[in-house]
């Protein structure tokens, strides 16, 4: 299975190169703003390309997931949408989810410590690729200020779950790849620290 991923396109999509695969993954961030109407026509663009699967998830962007969920999830009809939810393709389980550590005032946050304890304990056992929109803790999420942004216990469950694939963004200037053990770790940034677009999008075989 051939898959390539995004991350952090902040509505800027259509200025993008993304290779053909069997599955598109795209781990959230994106919309500018985070309006129906963004995803509107992002849905429009997603419908355009070749891929045979699409998988988004949201990110700290994406205001309409967090705050219309029933109307957002109504205008996704070219991608399969997961939110602490999963879908098997091809025989590979995939597992997506939002949430991140509190990060100012942003969508989807959360206190760090029982509360992302508990979202992260959903993440069932059998996964092969993980799909959240931040990265785990000392895991490609360095900040250009130093600091390691990501999810001790987002870290703890990947250690238990063990996926092939942990796909996330959120951390800009994290983009990379980074094989730990049985998990190789993506982040998937497609723009820089300055929002700017200019990563590439990751291409793997599962």
Excluded at 32 to 53: K, N, Q, V
Excluded at 121 to 146: C, F, N, S, W, Y
């Amino acid at each position: 299975m051939r898959i390539v991923v995004i991350s952090d396109t902040h509505f800027m999509h259509d200025r993008i190169a993304i290779p053909d695969a069997d599955v598109l993954v795209h781990c959230g961030d994106c919309l500018g703003h985070g309006t129906l109407e963004e995803l509107e026509e992002l849905d429009r663009f997603l419908g355009a390309l070749p891929h045979t699967h699409k998988i988004l998830i949201a990110g700290n962007h994406d205001w309409c997931f967090e705050r219309d969920p029933e109307a957002a999830r109504r205008l996704v009809r070219n991608a399969i949408y997961l939110e602490d939810d999963g879908v098997e393709l091809n025989g590979t389980k995939f597992y997506g989810s939002p949430w991140q550590p509190w990060f100012f005032d942003w969508a989807f946050n959360l206190e760090r410590g029982e509360p992302l304890s508990k979202v992260w304990a959903k993440i069932p056992e059998d996964t092969e690729v993980l799909i959240t929109h931040g990265p785990p803790h000392g895991v490609l999420d360095r900040t250009i200020q130093g600091e390691v942004a990501g999810c001790e216990q987002l870290l703890k469950r990947v250690e238990v779950v063990k996926p092939k694939l942990h796909l996330f963004g959120h951390i800009h200037e994290g983009y990379g790849m980074v094989q730990n053990g049985e998990t190789l770790f993506v982040n998937a940034s497609t723009c820089d620290v300055r929002y700017a677009p200019v990563n590439e999008p990751i291409v793997l075989t599962l």
